[in-house]
């Protein structure tokens, strides 16, 4: 009988994870919550725009680059080929969303701006994501919240540093 209540207590705790696993898979979990929503946000943007989910994802690295994107770098960020950003460029540039504007040095070079009414538009639906931000950082607290954002800092640039995410 000893020997069975060893064996069980060695099968508990095989099936326990870890405290770095039970750790891991807590932030996974509320990863794929806050994705969900974002991803729930982005999409009825689109739909209420007439747009692409990618095209979000365009209008996103437009307005977070630090000097105005190229449609070449654009679509290195986004992992498209020239024809699909030239689509979407396309889509964009029709619903008032961005400006295409050749360089005055020269004009081969093509720079992407947002215009700003549909930063506005944007910016009016995107409000529940910065109100919500905005509580969620006043009950952290300082400590936590630059605790949050330095974690956030760091899981970009692992992502950033090469390894995408695909299958093993």
Do not use: W
């Not at 508990?12 to 870890?18: D, I, K, L, T």
């Not at 979990?29 to 725009?49: K, W």
């Not at 960020?77 to 030239?86: D, M």
Request: contains cysteine; aromatic residues 4%.
């Amino acid at each position: 009988m000893e020997a069975a209540d060893r064996r069980g207590d060695d099968e508990s705790r095989a099936e326990r994870p870890s405290a770095a696993d039970a750790r891991l898979l807590a932030m996974a979990r509320h990863l794929r919550r806050v994705n969900g929503e974002m991803n729930a946000l982005i999409h009825r943007f689109a739909g209420e725009q007439n747009l692409h989910a990618t095209d979000i994802q365009a209008l996103g690295a437009i307005l977070d680059a630090q000097t105005p994107l190229t449609p070449g770098r654009l679509g290195q960020h986004l992992g498209l080929t020239s024809g699909s950003v030239t689509a979407c460029l396309d889509r964009l540039e029709r619903a008032g969303h961005v400006r295409r504007v050749r360089d005055s040095a020269d004009r081969r070079v093509v720079h992407l701006y947002y215009e700003p009414a549909a930063r506005k538009v944007a910016s009016e639906h995107f409000r529940v994501l910065a109100r919500a931000t905005e509580r969620a950082l006043r009950r952290a607290g300082e400590d936590d919240a630059s605790a949050a954002l330095r974690f956030l800092d760091l899981l970009g640039e692992e992502f950033s540093a090469g390894e995408r995410l695909a299958p093993p």
